[in-house]
Every structure is written in structure tokens, then in C-alpha cells.
Antibody
């Protein structure tokens, strides 16, 4: 059974770069789409972007200029970087897997989430 | 972006009674393949969202059959035939027809 686990700094200074990693265990990263989401009390749940195992990416237009998602299939993880952060980027960040078309074709596996605070 | 609007935002329920949540989208979620790209997620306190319904009316693995999804194009409904205590939390609809994927505001289901 596939499991996801986010990791990274819980505190980032304004104007710096947020970097998170999502480790994939119990299954292959070499298929499916892998996404990042974030959640704040004010804006609710927000999709950040996805990466396909081949490396194809798609980002939310509102974050596109600052976000990069990459994948390391040999190390079974994918990563999120968000540059020039501000307090508005303070959130709980989740990674998730889009399930197979012939199975549960929704975001069927999620990491537990990691809280990132932007503050000096 | 496709705007998702849920109602009600708060839903007090009595165990054993039915419950229903509505979700409307600002654009049709019906793909040319005939499927509506609308999911329902339940988020319990301190947990990530969990998939309940995908493609408008398909129950995710392990989801009890008291949950059902219906609707097409811009109007969708999540129904629980007989609410149990474990069903409490915040329910979100989400469209995955086009990026950016977008969520409704959430409906908080709580026991009366």
C-alpha cells in the first residue's frame, strides 16, 4: 500500500525559498500523477501543481512564477520548491497521488501534511 | 478558474438520519468522455483529506455504501443515507476537469 510522507523545514524566512520533499513508499513512483496541495484557514484547500513520473509538470497559474515540482524516480520522492515566500505562504502542505484510471481515479493517497510558517 | 460553491456550509445531523450536501460549479464538469470530473473528500480533524467519491458517483475503495454521489455538468450532490458518528468532519467537493483544480469552501458535518 502506497504511503506518502512530507518533510522539510517548518519555518522559512520571508523572501527565501520553501523546499519540501514527499517520500513515496510501498509502491512505485514510476507511474501516476503526483501533486502538491496546501491548506490555510483563509483560502481553504489549494492545488499547487502536479508532476507526472515522466517529468511533465503543470502548475497553478497563481503560483507558476514561483513554483517548481521535480521528481527523483531513483530515490522515490518528489519535491516542491516555492521561491520568494511571504506570510501568505504559511500553510499546511500536503502531497498526494492521483489514483489509476482503472481504480480510484481521484487523489486516493495523501501524506499527513506538514506545517510551514513564513516568519522572520 | 472554475469556482466551486457548496451548501450548506454547516450541517448538524442526527445519527441515523440522512444528510445531503450540494456542490455547484461555475462551468460544466462533463468531459467529452462522458465522465464528470467531480470528487468528494472528507477531512477529519488533524488529518489530510480522504477520497470518498470520484468521477461524480463512484465510491472510493473502502467507503461504506451509505455514501453516494450524483449529478452532472454543474450540479452535484453527496448523500449519506444514515449518518454515523464517524462521518463527522468537513466535506469538500473538488473539480479535476481542468487545472487549476479547485475546491469548494467545505461543509462541516457535525452531530447534533
Amino acid at each position: 500500500q502506497v504511503q506518502l510522507q512530507e518533510s522539510g523545514p517548518g519555518l522559512v524566512k520571508p523572501s527565501e525559498t520553501l523546499s519540501l520533499t514527499c517520500s513515496v513508499s510501498g509502491g512505485s513512483i514510476n507511474k501516476n500523477y503526483w501533486s502538491w496541495f496546501r491548506q490555510t484557514p483563509g483560502k481553504g484547500l489549494e492545488w499547487i501543481g502536479y508532476i507526472y513520473f515522466s517529468g511533465v509538470t503543470n502548475y497553478s497559474p497563481s503560483l507558476q512564477s514561483r513554483v517548481t515540482i521535480s521528481i527523483d524516480t531513483s530515490k522515490t520522492h518528489f519535491s516542491l520548491t516555492l521561491s520568494s515566500v511571504t506570510a501568505a505562504d504559511t500553510a499546511v502542505y500536503y502531497c498526494a497521488r492521483l489514483g489509476d484510471w482503472n481504480s480510484d481515479y481521484g487523489f486516493d493517497v495523501w501524506g499527513p501534511g506538514t506545517t510551514v510558517t513564513v516568519s522572520s | 478558474d472554475i469556482v466551486m460553491t457548496q451548501s450548506p456550509l454547516s450541517l448538524p445531523v442526527t445519527p441515523g438520519e440522512p444528510a445531503s450536501i450540494s456542490c455547484r460549479s461555475s462551468q460544466s464538469l462533463l468531459h467529452t468522455n462522458g465522465y464528470n470530473y467531480l470528487d468528494w473528500y472528507l477531512q477529519k480533524p488533524g488529518q489530510p483529506p480522504q477520497l470518498v467519491i470520484f468521477l461524480s458517483n463512484r465510491r472510493a475503495s473502502g467507503v461504506p455504501d451509505r455514501f453516494s454521489g450524483s449529478g452532472s455538468r454543474t450540479d452535484f450532490t453527496l448523500k449519506i443515507t444514515s449518518v454515523e458518528a464517524e462521518d463527522v468532519g468537513i466535506y469538500y467537493c473538488m473539480q479535476s476537469l481542468q487545472t487549476p483544480y479547485t475546491f469548494g469552501q467545505g461543509t462541516k458535518v457535525e452531530i447534533k
